[in-house]
């Protein structure tokens, strides 16, 4: 089946550093999709992507549909404590009713 | 709205006890499934659902059932648990159209098997 490489695994940042976080896949994805997961508690949606070379942001958050449609990255700029979580790409090879296949996080610690 | 709820939050079982992990979703979403994450695994599919009356198998499936009666309910049935089913369960629901399927999570279950 598909797999999703994230990297990295962890970062240790300082407070006010950018971040830069992404996913690779040897099969084409019609959609990218970037959680975040906080202690105990379920992933939440940040972006979705869904064409080839998009950008979106979403307040300090930046992410790209690679223009391969086998990538995305997501960008935290000037990163706070409350970044601190699992960040989760997750992608989807066919129409809206096939599963996503997710990466394995990204632990963001960020140190004040 | 309460979204996508899970029912109990923690469980501890004793190996061959069965069990039923609830998910409720009040946003008539069409499309439900589970997935449960381990350390450094990610979220892996074991389940999903198209509608009611229709589920199929994702990447995990072994050692669990679901069926799909209704729209709002997902049941996640573990009939005799063993020790490797020791995870964190998370249910998540979505509407889909085209491609744009965004899928919303529960805040989980947490399940030891002792």
């Known amino acids: 089946g598909q797999q999703l490489n994230q990297s990295p695994q962890s970062m240790f940042i300082q407070e006010g550093e950018d971040v830069s976080m992404n996913c690779t896949s040897s099969?084409?994805?019609?959609?990218w999709l970037w959680y975040k997961q906080d202690p105990g508690e379920g992933p939440v949606l940040l972006i979705a992507?869904?064409?080839?070379?998009e950008l979106t942001s979403n307040g300090r958050l930046t992410a790209q549909f690679g223009i391969t449609r086998k990538d995305s990255f997501l960008n935290i700029s000037a990163s706070i404590p409350s970044d601190v979580g699992i960040y989760f790409c997750a992608g989807r090879v066919g129409g809206g009713n096939t599963p996503l296949v997710f990466g394995k996080g990204t632990r963001l610690s960020v140190i004040a | 709205n309460a979204g996508v709820t899970q029912t109990p939050k923690f469980q501890v079982l004793k190996t061959g006890q069965s069990m039923t992990l609830q998910c409720a979703q009040d946003m008539n979403h069409e499309y439900m499934s589970w997935y449960r994450q381990d350390p450094g695994m990610g979220l892996r599919l074991i389940h999903y659902?198209?509608?009611?009356?229709?589920?199929d198998q994702g990447e995990v499936p072994n050692g669990y059932n679901v069926s799909r009666s209704t729209t709002e309910d997902f049941p996640l049935r573990l009939l005799s648990a063993a020790p490797s089913q020791t995870s964190v369960y998370f249910c998540?629901?979505?509407?889909?159209?085209?491609?744009?399927?965004?899928?919303?999570f529960g805040a989980g279950t947490r399940l030891s098997v002792l």
């Open positions: 659902s198209v509608g009611a009356g229709i589920t």
């Open positions: 992507l869904y064409k080839a070379g």
């Open positions: 998540a629901s979505s509407s889909p159209s085209g491609a744009r399927n965004i899928q919303y």
């Open positions: 099969s084409i994805f019609n959609t």
